[in-house]
């Protein structure tokens, strides 16, 4: 099977077939890159599973899934229910939002489609339509955000040369693109990025896996290593700046992303390396003050153990599996949105840049 492309922006990860009685496609990302294979789901339970069982991940990837899922809550709500369906359709909701804790976006795109579906129900009539509308204003405004942050966050990139990533914040990740690789997709086609160093991210290699494969198949010269190289490249000289993409921000600029980017964060300080954050706006959460309100995942200590469905450790061994962490604020030196830039980003720039009117791209220093 082909992989469906976005023109100029990589590989797409979620996408909807058909009209109001369509499906959900989702591409495997467990499967990557030894197979290339798409599940079609129909039902609302079969997005949260496949939500939690990691089919599909990244922050707007499961957000604009999670929408689609609505799509499906309320279609099923729709034909058990009838003219009740607002109603009949929150049980899969809940079990939509219950799928992952961190990434703040899949609770804001069922927020916003909470918020459609009461409209529907309050205009009466077939409810589908206008929700599948809604979700997929949802996903192509990912992918307009995510342009818009290339762009910015090349900008930034003053001299060529190479950049550390972390996890997979690609096309796979989002509505396609990607936040931090969309910036090394536009830095890389302004002359700006020469090669791309990609963590291997472990327990799941989303580095060595899909950063990777998405790079590769785009002829952007990518290097994998292990995680506990990045110290001695970041000491080396040869990157310019560290970019990841995030999963939550907090009101004051904590970020929570893939665990392990703190540690590189740090280290970036450390040797004087530019450490940017590229998210669009609906990952930051201002309901959450600081960091340590951040949910963070922890994740079944097999993943740890084992390697490829193969047990490495010991019988009897425990393993500690938070799926993210924290890197503090002031530890970030410029935040890309699709509202603009802020450098060294606190509570009060976030603040402006959430007023900020959506769009007008300008940099908010
Ligand atoms: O566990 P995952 O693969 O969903 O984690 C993904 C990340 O941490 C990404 O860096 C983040 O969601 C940003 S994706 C644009």
Redo the contacts with the bound molecule.
Sequence with gaps: MRAARIPGGGVQAVRWEGGPEGRLLLLDQRLLPVRFRELALEEAGAVAEAIRTMVV????A?GIAAAYGAVLAAREARDRAGGRWREAAAPALERLAGARPT?VNLFWALERMGRAMDRAAAAGGDPVPALLEEARRIHAEDLEANRRMGALGAALLERPGAVLTH???GAL??GGY???LGVVRAGHAAGRITRVYANETRP?L?GARLTAWELAREGIPVTVLVEGAAASLLRSGRVTWVI????RIAANGDVA??VGTYGLAVLARRHGVGFMVVAPTATIDPQTPDGAGIPIEERDPAEVLGCAGARLAPEGVEAWNP??DVTPAHLVDALVTERGVLRRPDREGIRRLLAAVPGNGRLLC
């Design positions: 991940r990244g922050a707007p499961i990434a996890c997979n914040a990740a989002t990607g936040t931090a799941w989303q990841v993409g995030a999963d992303n893939k799926a993210f």
